[in-house]
C-alpha cells in the first residue's frame, strides 16, 4: 500500500487546512487510518486515527475539538480537517494505515504498517 499526504502550506494563526492522504495499491477499507506529525526537535506524536468504516475516531488531547479526521472508502483517501490553528500545529504531518480489525484504532505508531512521505504545515503568529 502506497500512502501519498497532500494539503499542508502556511497559513495564519486561527486559520483552516484540510489534509489530504490518498492511498494505493491495496485495499484501503481494510485499514485503519492514522496521522501523526513532528515537529522539528521533537519526537513523532500521535494526533488522530479513525477506524476502518469511519465508526471509531481517537484524538490527541491537543487537538480534540479543532481537528476531524475522516475518510472516504470510495476515494481511497482519508482526511484532517484542522481549524483554529496555532503554531505549536507547526510540523510535518504523516498519514498512516494498519492493519487492524473493523472497528479499532490506535494511537501507537508501532501499530501502524504503511506510512506516507509527510506534509509541512506552518502556522504563523
Known amino acids: 500500500v502506497q500512502l501519498q499526504a497532500s494539503g499542508g502550506g502556511l497559513v495564519q494563526a486561527g486559520g483552516s487546512l484540510r489534509l489530504s492522504c490518498a492511498a494505493s495499491g491495496g485495499t484501503f477499507s481494510s485499514l485503519a487510518m492514522g496521522w501523526f506529525r513532528q515537529a522539528p526537535g521533537k519526537e513523532r506524536e500521535f494526533v488522530a486515527a479513525?477506524?476502518?468504516?469511519?465508526?471509531?475516531?481517537y484524538y490527541a488531547d491537543s487537538v480534540k475539538g479543532r481537528f476531524t479526521i475522516s475518510r472516504d472508502n470510495v476515494k481511497n483517501t482519508v482526511y484532517l480537517q484542522m481549524n483554529s490553528l496555532k503554531p505549536e500545529d507547526t510540523a510535518v504531518y504523516y498519514c498512516?494505515?494498519?492493519?487492524?480489525?473493523?472497528?479499532?484504532?490506535?494511537?501507537?505508531?508501532?501499530?501502524?504498517?504503511?506510512w506516507g512521505q509527510g506534509t509541512l504545515v506552518t502556522v504563523s503568529s
Open positions: 479513525i477506524s476502518r468504516i469511519g465508526g471509531n475516531t
Open positions: 498512516a494505515g494498519a492493519n487492524m480489525f473493523l472497528y479499532e484504532t490506535s494511537q501507537h505508531a508501532t501499530a501502524y504498517d504503511y
